[in-house]
């Protein structure tokens, strides 16, 4: 069975700070991918970085990124110079190339401060 | 612009009826998944369809259905409601595969009476 666990249900930084969301996962995949969603207000789920769990080298997305520890299974997102517009839920998500299906983790609310 | 629209946007049913919800995607997105989302959770993966056929199935009983058509709209079909089928359902179609993460729609909230 594949399982995405978000243990912050709450996060807050403040804006120009930086802050870093956790996420594990547990899967017997091979082909394995890993997503990090914002889901503002709007409602709609917003891909701000993948991963693929085979390359150890960690994602970049201008000032997200991800901290990839395949031996632990953590895939953490880091929010760099955190501006206003990035107060939304995020979900850390995974999926496997075999089913295409995604496993969202709990989701995780970050509140940025001015 | 997300290439993916849901309609509706919100939808009030009675419990016991029935409800379709649509979605449409870009031309191309050959693979569609619909999620369900309650309040303050994470989706839930109910099916997947690749060239208008189901290809994934999650815990959901049958009388949640689907449809995906040529021109890549889909619909999802929920019969006999229930008071927890209320949630955000989520539409989200892929143009080049699921590795590289799929596109949105905004959902449509369905509140069961």
């Known amino acids: 069975a594949q399982t995405v666990t978000q243990s912050q249900p709450e996060m807050s930084v403040q804006e120009a700070e930086t802050v870093t969301l956790s996420c594990t996962y547990d899967t017997s995949e091979s082909d394995y991918y890993l997503f990090w969603y914002k889901q503002p207000p709007s409602r709609q789920m917003i891909l701000v970085i993948r991963?693929?769990?085979?390359?150890?080298q960690n994602a970049t997305e201008n000032r997200f990124s991800v901290n990839f520890q395949k031996a632990a299974k953590s895939f953490s997102l880091k929010i760099s110079d955190s501006q206003l517009g990035d107060a939304a839920m995020y979900f850390c998500?995974?999926?496997?190339?075999?089913?295409?299906?995604?496993?969202f983790g709990q989701g995780t609310t970050l509140q940025v401060k001015p | 612009e997300t290439g993916v629209t849901q309609s509706p946007t919100h939808l009030i049913k009675t419990r016991g009826q029935q409800v379709t919800l649509r979605c449409s995607s870009q031309?191309?997105?050959?693979?569609v998944s619909w999620y369900q989302q309650a309040l303050g959770q994470g989706p839930q993966f109910i099916f997947q369809?690749?060239?208008?056929?189901?290809?994934g199935r999650g815990n959901f009983p049958p009388r949640f259905s689907g449809l995906q058509f040529p021109n890549y709209s889909s619909e999802l079909n929920v019969n006999a409601l229930e008071l927890d089928d209320s949630a955000l359902y989520l539409c989200?179609?892929?143009?080049?595969?699921?590795?590289?993460?799929?596109?949105f729609g905004s959902g449509t909230r369905l509140t069961v009476v």
């Open positions: 369809y690749y060239r208008e056929e189901e290809n």
């Open positions: 991963q693929e769990a085979y390359k150890q």
């Open positions: 989200a179609s892929s143009l080049q595969g699921p590795n590289y993460g799929y596109t």
């Open positions: 998500a995974g999926g496997s190339s075999n089913t295409g299906k995604l496993i």
């Open positions: 031309s191309g997105h050959n693979t």
